[in-house]
């Protein structure tokens, strides 16, 4: 079909808010509908939610509604703790309701598996969120104490008196996990509800799927033989839109040391995505499945030097002022990626290795080791023009998604992954 493409926006927040008004903008695309989650938001007409003129379209809070519309693409923006409360689902019912879906949080490799997934034991998933660490208000006022109940809880299960009842408390466990945390759809699922619809899924992002997936591997390609990658982001989250991912305080700024390591929930919740970036990285440059794949995590805070306000966030010297995540792909014991994010608040809170950018505003690197020679891209930000403007980086985003809706909505149903091939036109 040619355009233009009839959208509906899921999640019009930061990301989900600039799709919104880039299509209301574009003769490409006419928007249909629009689901909100904040009541005060239900009934509004879309243009005027991203300060345009009124359309006569109106956003709603109904899921139903939504799934009633005739619509050729859903550009999928939900919030990071979506990931946790059900939004596979959410993905599902669009899907099998005939629409394509393209999403900014995650579905880059649907088949590689998680701390989440369904194949993993309700008892392992409860484990593991037992030991989540927890800041800010991202995922409501009440779970902490629900998180100290579930450690307790998780005690007692894990005793040696508990041994011979294990088995019965894991189908127990498993009513429990998927009513409150559903386990993430595995892709065979993702894959008949495409079918079932007729229409295709994809997942999308700048970073660091479009860097890794479309640079850092179309790089790899003039090698012959590329024995370990590297990917590298530094980035200033001072800019970053209020409320994002749930607020600085819910990713660890400003917050004790103490509070920020491998089982913080930013650490956990960032698995969605980098484990399947990964994951394509290894089938790639290797040709292994995901169940060859292991992907290990290690975050670290980094106290701040100096006083900053970000929004309505503070963080002291001293307070978690940059985090470093550092997440590595191993087939069998041999390392073949290692992907690090490093974020700080604030240009002079930049936590800068020998091996980082230079910017204080941040940058990326990408390393290949292989044959016959090794390849390093860096790019790095100008310090001094830098305007601390988050609008780039959500514009590139924004440019990701809209762009695939032809070649998404033209695939043949099912699980849609990028083309690497080199394609051709003949001169005209």
């Given at each position: 079909m040619s355009g233009p493409?009839?959208?509906?926006?899921?999640?019009?927040?930061?990301?989900?808010?600039?799709?919104?008004?880039?299509?209301?903008?574009?003769?490409?695309?006419?928007?249909?509908?629009?689901?909100?989650?904040?009541?005060?938001?239900?009934?509004?007409?879309i243009g005027e939610l991203v300060g345009l003129p009124p359309v006569g379209r109106?956003?709603?809070?109904?899921?139903?509604?939504?799934?009633?519309?005739?619509?050729?693409?859903?550009?999928?923006?939900?919030?990071?703790?979506?990931?946790?409360?059900?939004?596979?689902?959410?993905?599902?019912?669009?899907?099998?309701?005939?629409?394509?879906?393209?999403?900014?949080?995650?579905?880059?490799?649907?088949?590689?598996?998680?701390?989440?997934?369904?194949?993993?034991?309700?008892?392992?998933?409860?484990?593991?969120?037992?030991?989540m660490k927890v800041t800010g208000d991202a995922f409501g006022g009440r779970l902490r104490k629900a998180l100290a109940a579930l450690r307790l809880g998780m005690r007692v299960v894990d005793s040696a008196a508990a041994r011979p009842l294990r088995p019965g408390l894991e189908r127990l466990a498993g009513g429990v996990v998927d009513r409150v945390i559903p386990r993430r759809a595995p892709g065979s699922r993702l894959q008949a509800a495409c079918l079932a619809g007729g229409v295709s899924l994809h997942g999308t992002g700048l970073h660091p799927g479009l860097m890794v997936e479309q640079v850092l591997l179309r790089l790899a390609g003039v090698l012959d033989e590329v024995r370990e990658v590297r990917f590298l982001e530094v980035g200033d989250l001072s800019a970053a839109p209020e409320g994002m991912w749930g607020g600085l305080e819910s990713l660890g700024f400003g917050m004790p040391l103490a509070a920020v390591d491998s089982d913080h929930a930013i650490g956990l919740m960032q698995h969605f995505y980098f484990d399947a970036v990964l994951g394509n990285v290894a089938h790639a440059l290797h040709g292994v499945g995901p169940d060859a794949v292991r992907v290990e995590r290690h975050l670290y805070p980094v106290p701040a030097r100096v006083r900053v306000q970000a929004g309505g966030t503070v963080i002291e010297p001293g307070a978690v002022g940059a985090i470093h995540m550092t997440y590595r792909g191993y087939i069998g014991e041999r390392l073949f990626m290692t992907n690090e994010e490093c974020w700080h608040v604030g240009a002079g809170n930049a936590h800068l290795g020998p091996d980082h950018p230079s910017s204080l505003a941040g940058g990326h690197v990408i390393t290949?080791?292989?044959?016959?020679?090794?390849?390093?891209?860096?790019?790095?930000?100008?310090?001094?023009?830098?305007?601390?403007?988050?609008?780039?980086?959500?514009?590139?985003?924004?440019?990701?998604?809209?762009?695939?809706?032809?070649?998404?909505?033209?695939?043949?149903?099912?699980?849609?992954?990028?083309?690497?091939?080199?394609?051709?036109l003949v001169e005209s």
């Open positions: 493409y009839r959208l509906i926006i899921w999640g019009p927040g930061d990301m989900g808010g600039r799709a919104l008004r880039t299509a209301l903008e574009s003769p490409d695309f006419d928007v249909v509908g629009v689901k909100v989650f904040s009541p005060h938001k239900n009934g509004k007409d109106a956003a709603t809070t109904s899921k139903a509604e939504i799934l009633a519309l005739d619509a050729d693409c859903v550009i999928h923006t939900p919030t990071t703790p979506a990931l946790v409360q059900g939004a596979d689902q959410d993905v599902i019912d669009l899907l099998e309701s005939g629409k394509n879906v393209v999403s900014a949080a995650s579905y880059h490799n649907p088949s590689m598996p998680t701390w989440l997934s369904a194949s993993r034991s309700p008892l392992t998933v409860l484990r593991t969120v037992s030991g290949l080791v292989g044959s016959p020679g090794d390849i390093e891209m860096r790019n790095e930000l100008d310090d001094e023009a830098y305007s601390g403007d988050w609008s780039a980086v959500t514009d590139i985003s924004v440019a990701a998604m809209l762009g695939v809706v032809p070649e998404l909505c033209a695939a043949p149903p099912g699980v849609v992954m990028p083309d690497l091939r080199p394609h051709y």
